[in-house]
């Protein structure tokens, strides 16, 4: 079973929680607890601005989608209106408005 992002980034924010309340222990014994956690702390750091970054990017997407289909409902309803003009002035049977007719859903 692979692991989840969110259990990772438990996983890493418990690895700095114990290095840290332990670091008097970890260096008695040998273990540079300082050097790792400064370089944890750097990684998870990246991580973090990365994550928000794709944050950032989901939500400009999110916008421009709704802008988009904003835009593309605009341009249906203005089609649709010239084609109604269309049959208006050329009547229903032409077969300029029967061809359009067929296009529209």
Request: glycine content about 2%.
């Amino acid at each position: 079973m692979a692991l989840t992002e969110a259990k990772k980034r438990d996983f890493i924010i418990h690895v700095l929680t114990t290095l840290e309340s332990n670091i008097d222990t970890l260096s008695d014994n040998g273990f540079n607890a300082e050097a790792k956690l400064t370089e944890l702390k750097t990684d998870k750091e990246a991580s973090d601005k990365s994550e928000n970054y794709q944050i950032d990017a989901v939500a400009v997407a999110r916008k421009a989608q709704e802008d988009a289909n904003i835009k593309l409902d605009k341009a249906y309803k203005n089609a649709s209106a010239i084609m109604d003009l269309l049959s208006g002035t050329l009547g229903k049977n032409s077969p300029l408005v029967k061809e359009l007719r067929k296009r529209r859903k």
